[in-house]
């Protein structure tokens, strides 16, 4: 198969890392595949296989009024559809909500199946209107729609008034402690929160609630692995609690899973997600996680004192209490970490990779289906 993906960069976050681990698994698998970003590949974070075509088109920017706007987005337009021109793929793969309605303009009349995911809970995107407006309008005309949720699908109906597939992000499993040693941890415990300093990602919830038991346990330290918008006032809220020795935000990781192995407690404090992959990630590395019940996903993975722990959504007190409980129980921690594990089977990305490849067969004329 020849596939074309695009997304508007490869730097840091869940989509960027999921699309990379899709184009990375269909090149090793001997698929023609080329990976195309708005953006230049100077932001790319995430490695791909040498067997992957990267694209950058380098036309991202910020437009400073409407009619710059919309220039730039003519040019991203033309730019990406000169792409598929020029690649003639069997199919074009879209991740993220304007990258989708760019790639549905610039497929137009081309002839080429367009399969388009949506990676975000639906109501907790705010589009502006004249994008609202695009997505309304050109979403429909996609040869198929993929949301993550069952609950992110449903929202997806509504609006487009046509059946939306569902296929949940991939997990890639490895050994459970790097390099066959067990990992260094630092003094004391880590509390692990990962996620893009932004407003969707509740970091400013998680360091309220964290501030309500960090006195009970003064040999817990709070890390949030990420960089973004809100950094500056993250970093006052900590100052304001008095928790700057006690929460260190060190910027953006691309070997979280190490984190993850020296951590000791997993928390997820989003407002919203679309499938909240860093959760997934760690479930797997077998640490105990607790989550706000957010829309959506958290409740997909989390049975909840079964496999992790979750609280209702936005609920800080709540968040406090569940820490302060597993952070003074480490039998607790323990059971609900193995019991976590077991999410790998299901999300493994041999199980994904086999969900796209019949999307994608399912999106091709009958003659171009080809048998493996």
Request: proline content about 4%.
């Amino acid at each position: 198969m020849k596939l074309a993906l695009v997304i508007s960069s490869l730097g840091g976050g869940g989509a960027e890392r999921v699309m990379t681990l899709l184009a990375n698994a269909w090149a090793r698998r001997g698929d023609t595949v080329t990976l195309i970003t708005l953006a230049s590949s100077r932001m790319d974070r995430y490695a791909l296989d040498p067997a992957v075509h990267r694209i950058a088109l380098d036309v991202a920017g910020n437009s400073n009024h409407v009619l710059a706007a919309l220039g730039h987005n003519f040019v991203r337009i033309r730019a990406l559809r000169r792409a598929f021109a020029a690649l003639r793929p069997d199919v074009v793969i879209s991740f993220i909500a304007e990258s989708n309605v760019r790639v549905l303009l610039a497929a137009a009349g081309l002839r080429v199946p367009v399969i388009i995911s949506e990676r975000t809970f639906l109501n907790g995107h705010h589009m502006r209107g004249v994008w609202r407006t695009l997505r309304r309008w050109s979403y429909p005309r996609a040869t198929r729609i993929v949301a993550q949720t069952r609950r992110c699908a449903a929202d997806l109906e509504a609006l487009v008034r046509r059946r939306v597939d569902v296929i949940a992000n991939p997990v890639t499993t490895g050994p459970a402690q790097a390099d066959g040693m067990a990992p260094d941890r630092a003094a004391g415990h880590t509390l692990l929160a990962v996620g893009r300093l932004s407003p969707e990602k509740g970091f400013d919830l998680l360091i309220a609630a964290f501030a309500q038991v960090a006195a009970h346990h003064a040999d817990w330290n709070l890390v949030i692995l990420g960089e973004g918008p809100l950094r500056a006032v993250l970093e006052h809220a900590i100052d304001q609690y008095g928790l700057a020795d006690r929460i260190a935000m060190p910027g953006f990781d691309a070997h979280v899973r190490v984190a993850m192995r020296r951590a000791d407690l997993f928390v997820l404090s989003s407002r919203y997600e679309g499938f909240p992959n860093a959760l997934l990630e760690a479930m797997t590395e077998g640490l105990a996680c607790v989550s706000f019940d957010c829309d959506a996903g958290p409740r997909e993975l989390i049975e909840h004192r079964g496999n992790g722990w979750l609280v209702p959504a936005g609920d800080t007190r709540g968040l406090a209490t569940a820490l302060d409980v597993l952070m003074a129980d480490a039998d607790l921690r323990a059971r609900l970490g193995r019991h976590a594990r077991d999410v790998s089977a299901t999300y493994s990305l041999a199980s994904i990779l086999d969900q796209w490849d019949a999307l994608v067969a399912s999106s091709l004329p009958p003659a171009a289906v080809l048998p493996r």
